[in-house]
């Protein structure tokens, strides 16, 4: 079975300050991995997605995460936060075939501090 | 032009009260979903369709009846709603089964009083 965990509910960053959102998944086959972000009153929009290539992988809005396999870790940076970036993000988990679904994290409630 | 769109956005209705959410996705995908969120954002899937089959169905009770007219569409149908069912419910598309990236629509805040 497929599962994901996002530590913590909330985290807090001042604009321009690194932003890191972890996110440590379990599968009984390779993943596929992605970040969604959903804005406040709003639907959720695929920021980036692991689908077994390059392990480093770039987003939309300047994020990227990196799928590190020894640490079955798929964290979400972004070098400088706008106030923009704050919104509820999700990480979710499949493992590839047919029939296969999406599992999502509880999600995390980014703020930016002016 | 809109992806996946579903109405209505808002529905506040009293229990015991039937009411259904309609979706559609103008993307070309064969495979599309309901998802509930509830008040705490935790996001879980209720239903998989795949060309008009049901192929996910995640022991939701048997009030909430999925309906595929067409693979354009994706209807949820509540019966007898319940206090808990206030949610908010999110349809979303993607290529096929074994593709896994979704596309979401809006979302339809349900407030069961």
């Known amino acids: 079975a497929q599962s994901v965990t996002q530590l913590g509910s909330h985290v807090s960053v001042s604009e321009g300050a690194l932003v890191l959102l972890r996110c440590n998944y379990s599968?009984?086959?390779?993943?596929?991995l992605f970040w969604y972000v959903q804005y406040p009153n709003q639907g959720l929009q695929l920021l980036l997605k692991y689908t077994s290539a390059a392990t480093l992988v770039k987003g939309i809005n300047g994020f990227e995460a990196e799928f590190k396999k020894s640490e079955t870790s798929f964290h979400l940076t972004k070098p400088s936060a706008h106030m923009s970036d704050a919104a509820e993000y999700f990480c979710a988990v499949s493992e590839p075939g047919a029939n296969s679904k999406l599992t999502f994290g509880k999600g995390i409630t980014l703020s930016v501090r002016p | 032009d809109t992806a996946v769109s579903q109405t209505p956005k808002y529905l506040v209705t009293q229990m015991g009260n039937d009411k259904s959410i309609k979706c559609e996705q103008n993307l070309g995908h064969d495979t599309m979903y309901w998802y509930k969120q509830d008040s705490k954002k935790f996001l879980k899937i209720m239903f998989s369709?795949?060309?008009?089959?049901?192929?996910i169905n995640e022991t939701v009770p048997n009030r909430f009846s999925p309906k595929s007219p067409d693979k354009a569409h994706l209807n949820l149908h509540i019966n007898s709603l319940e206090l808990g069912d206030s949610a908010v419910y999110f349809c979303a598309s993607s290529h096929s089964v074994s593709y896994n990236e979704q596309f979401f629509g809006p979302g339809t805040r349900l407030t069961v009083l």
């Open positions: 599968s009984s086959v390779p993943p596929y």
């Open positions: 369709y795949n060309n008009k089959e049901l192929i």
